[in-house]
């Protein structure tokens, strides 16, 4: 079988190119796999002292940072992708620094992810650096097969070792192209292996989807039957009893038009509350203004509602899902009726996208509404701010209310939004 | 007096029609779209321009975008927007370019048909005409302003009726009190937003427009 020079010269670079690799995996294996894992477990096992605390935030940024990087790399060298496992970073802000650093080592500890991290790091250190080492081991060692026949010609030996040696070299060196990608690959399952959710984080949010969607469901199901009940109290009854007057004064238009231009201009009135009635209802389904503005401008409308002056920093994405849209409008709109109702003097509104930090992590639409009221609100099943939650756990979102005695109150609100 | 209409649904569209023509105006245009309605208002240029909200083709706030376009390029022509619902930011855009003969109300007011055609009269002399919802809704969203901290209760009651476009009578019949304590109201109001008689400009627009205008 003959080989075009430039095929070879192909094949070449990809053996070489993955032996490149692997040493740099070997080499990381070495570097910074095992002191990392040192760091981590010191980190941990001082913590009682209170010192493992000051350092946990900064052994935390590196561990991950090169657990993200091995995650990218596994994606990028081997298509294995890897989404990361870590839980949200808990919303601190406002809290003193001594209790921000207490419940960022909760966060980081609490995480199963943490640990499993840990121990790819440790395990790492064999695996990486066999697997590493082996593409280019095999390189090397075809290469010094090949080789050996004119190093023994000169150094003298057994003939028939010299055939043993070429024809070994002569085999294995053209299968080391294809050798150097499945051994990388094989490293990058083993880190998927440790490094992706663990099936309880996955198993948990089955069950927390699921149990969102149900309450969903029940939620849209009471949400229609309000809908109905409205529309048959509210304005179909206003339109019958509209018919029944016009009806009326068309009987008595000629007999007494006194009584009839009474009875239309009671249908008049009567129209006019059935058209309040549907502007109402239809307000609390989706908001006119969403449609007409977008979310950006049904914000600004909303703010200008508000008794309170609302300071706004709005950079809303241009073509947001409807739902999403009007999920965030409500959730707005109940947060400011929230701080209204704290009594607070004015509101600061932030909205922006957020783009993720890792692989496989949707971007975010972050909200928070922050006014400086007296604070001790609470999410309490059944209240308004419970509500805001149910309707954003619909799109995989969250709330937080973070709320002391005494103010401020800063309700800040995510949702997937790609 | 001629008026241009703008409205998409043909049977409330037949109906102003014949509503207005009705009380003597002309009607040289009735459009269904944005884009058709700065043309007709650029070529027939009425008296006042009676406009709904949402319009073809986008069905959002066309029609208010066009008429503040046709305000920008014919200055102080009077526009009256109609509307399923209304938004003080609505209210505030329109405002936004100074001057009076601004009305915005719900459609519901239509049936009132003596008192709407009043307001397309208003509109259409300069004055304002804004729906009480609209006051409303500026009246929750108040309470922090320095200027109008400045009126009293009853002053910020008889400037609030006076927004949505009714003359002293009205006022003091809506509030039950005399058409001269409305007058001494009104002065006072003038004093404490610091709108001097020697000005030439209406008074009273420039009043509820700094009411109205947050």
């Known amino acids: 079988m003959r080989i075009s020079r430039p095929i070879a010269r192909a094949r070449a670079g990809k053996a070489l190119t993955s032996a490149g690799r692997g040493l740099l995996l070997a080499l990381l294996a070495l570097t910074v796999s095992l002191p990392l894992f040192i760091a981590g477990v010191l980190g941990f096992a001082y913590s009682a002292t209170g010192i493992g605390i000051l350092i946990t935030p900064a052994i935390t940024r590196w561990v991950r940072g090169f657990a993200e990087r091995e995650r990218r790399r596994a994606a990028a060298w081997s298509g294995v992708r890897i989404a990361s496992p870590y839980r949200p970073r808990p919303d601190t802000s406002g809290d003193g620094a001594m209790l921000r650093l207490l419940r960022s080592w909760r966060w980081v500890w609490g995480d199963s992810a943490t640990w499993r991290d840990l121990l790819w790091l440790f395990v790492n250190i064999p695996v990486g650096l066999v697997l590493g080492l082996l593409p280019a081991y095999l390189v090397a060692l075809s290469v010094q097969f090949v080789l050996a026949v004119p190093m023994l010609a000169v150094t003298g030996g057994s003939v028939a070792y010299w055939w043993v040696a070429f024809g070994l070299g002569a085999v294995t060196l053209p299968l080391t192209p294809f050798a150097g990608g499945p051994i990388l690959k094989a490293h990058a399952r083993f880190s998927a292996s440790l490094l992706s959710p663990a099936k309880q984080t996955l198993a948990a949010r089955v069950g927390a989807l699921t149990e969102s969607r149900s309450q969903v469901l029940d939620s849209s199901a009471s949400e229609l039957r309000r809908i109905e009940r409205d529309l048959h109290d509210g304005a179909q009854t206003r339109i019958a009893a509209l018919g029944l007057n016009i009806g009326l004064a068309e009987q008595l238009v000629r007999q007494d038009p006194d009584a009839a231009v009474a009875l239309l201009a009671e249908a008049r009135e009567s129209s006019g509350l059935a058209l309040a009635d549907l502007r109402n209802l239809v307000r609390g389904i989706h908001p006119p203004v969403l449609a007409e503005r977008g979310l950006d401008g049904a914000i600004r409308a909303l703010a200008l509602t508000v008794p309170l002056p609302v300071e706004l920093d709005l950079a809303v994405p241009d073509a947001l899902p409807a739902p999403i849209e009007s999920a965030v409008y409500f959730a707005l709109a109940e947060a400011f009726a929230n701080a209204v109702k704290h009594g607070g003097n004015r509101i600061s509104v932030h909205v922006r996208r957020v783009e993720p930090d890792s692989l496989g992590e949707p971007i975010l639409l972050v909200a928070s509404v922050r006014d400086d009221g007296r604070g001790g609100a609470r999410v309490q099943p059944g209240g308004g701010l419970d509500g805001i939650a149910q309707r954003l756990a619909a799109f995989d979102g969250g709330l937080a209310v973070h709320s002391p005695a005494g103010g401020p109150t800063i309700v800040s609100m995510e949702l997937p939004c790609a | ?214």
């Open chain 2, 1 to 214: 007096m001629r008026v241009v209409l703008a409205e998409d649904q043909a049977l409330l569209r037949d109906g102003l029609i014949r509503l207005l023509t009705a009380f003597g105006m002309e009607v040289p245009a009735a459009v269904a779209s944005g884009p058709e309605l700065v043309d007709a208002l650029l070529e027939y240029r009425p008296d006042v321009a009676v406009v709904d909200v949402r319009l073809p083709p986008t069905f959002t706030n066309e029609g208010l975008s066009a008429a503040i376009e046709a305000r920008a390029r014919i200055p102080g022509l009077p526009v009256l927007i109609l509307s399923q619902h209304v938004e003080r930011l609505y209210a505030r855009e329109l405002l936004a370019g100074g001057g009076g003969g601004i009305g915005y109300l719900l459609k519901d007011r239509v049936s009132d048909v003596r008192r709407f055609v009043e307001a397309v009269r208003d509109v259409a002399a300069g004055g304002t005409a804004m729906d009480p919802e609209v006051v409303a809704q500026l009246l929750a969203g108040r309470g922090h302003e320095q200027t109008l901290e400045r009126l009293t209760a009853r002053e910020r009651e008889v400037l609030a009726v006076m927004a949505e476009g009714r003359a002293n009578a009205a006022v003091g019949a809506r509030l039950g009190i005399t058409e001269k304590a409305v007058s001494k109201h009104i002065n006072n109001i003038f004093m404490k937003l610091d709108l001097l008689p020697a000005e030439d400009d209406n008074r009273r627009v420039l009043a509820v427009l700094r009411y109205l205008d947050g």
